[in-house]
DNA sequence: AACGCGTCCAACCGCTTCAGT
DNA sequence: CACTGAAGCGGTTGGACGCGT
């Protein structure tokens, strides 16, 4: 098993992503998926390696991440799963729809870990101050998202990428890419009446993208699922999107517990 | 104003796991 | 089954920032 050279070896850029860089990825991946992330930089014209690559683009630039300080809620969430799955990162945020494992992991070593333990002194009031420059940074976050939500979506685009971008949330995306994938061939099969209430969604921009192949019946443009991630996967109904889907598309037994 | 300190979080490192052959 | 390359994951680090003195 050989590892890879790491990117100073390799004359390749380290450190924080301008936002030029980030464009690049963002149209990049838009254009043609990410089906190898290895070779992804190259392709792109990006001086970094393919997991630095992978990691802006799942922590930072991915259209579902939800933005913005962590709710009572999502912090008790994270509590609990922590009591019973430890620091198991990665299953913890697949229960958390639009937070990734990185995040998590930072919530839980800056506040959460001080919350349970009262001998740690929690300083809100610095915590509050800085909510300042926090906000300003999520503000550039969404600045950058929303300019990948806006990108166009390639109909070129590659079968194997577009099952690779059905990125949805870590654990959560693994299991929907495998089914997709396994079950590719049998999404024309999913009866109409699924399909008319997809494209009747609320969400108008939604329904376009699934018509947008023009295939008959419609198959979704899985980087359009992609795009609207945050948007089927915040909510219980939105669960139900997937759920719907995939009971439809393979086996249901598969789909991660919620 | 300048300095030191604490906090936060994006990014990296290196190990493990997965998938293909 | 063994091997290899790629992706995933968790731990750690470094720099930016705000606050207190």
């Known amino acids: 098993m050989g590892r890879a050279p790491c990117c100073e070896k390799m004359g ?13 990825l963002i149209n990049f991946i838009n254009l043609y998926g990410h089906g190898n992330w290895r070779a992804l930089p190259k392709q792109a014209g990006l001086l970094r390696c393919g997991k630095s690559c992978r990691l802006r683009w799942t922590n930072y630039l991915r259209p579902d991440i939800k933005r913005g300080h962590f709710t009572r809620e999502e912090e008790d969430t994270i509590v609990n799963l922590h009591e019973t799955l430890g620091n198991r990162w990665s299953a913890i945020a697949a229960r958390l729809p639009g937070r990734t494992d990185n995040e998590i992991k930072n919530v839980w070593h800056t506040h959460l ?43 070129s685009e590659s079968r194997s990428s577009e099952v690779s971008t059905v990125t949805i949330s870590q654990n959560n995306a693994k299991v929907c890419t495998t089914k997709v994938e396994t079950h590719e061939d049998h999404v024309s099969e999913i009866d109409e009446i699924f399909w008319s209430e997809v494209l009747s969604a609320d969400n108008s921009n939604m329904a376009d993208d699934f018509q947008a192949v023009g295939s008959d019946p419609p ?23 997937w759920y719907n889907l995939f009971a439809r598309v393979g086996d249901f037994s598969e789909l991660p517990e919620i």
């Open 12 to 24: 390749l850029k380290k450190g924080p992503w301008s936002p030029e860089e980030d464009e690049i």
């Open 113 to 155: 870990k001080k919350r349970l333990n009262p001998n740690h002194d929690s300083n809100d009031n610095k915590r509050q101050s800085k909510t300042k420059v926090d906000s300003s940074k999520d503000l550039k976050k969404e600045q950058v998202q929303q300019q990948a939500m806006k990108m166009p979506v390639s109909p």
């Open 219 to 241: 198959l979704p443009k899985l980087e359009a699922v992609n795009g609207y991630g945050s948007n089927l996967y915040d909510t219980d109904t939105n669960m139900d999107f």
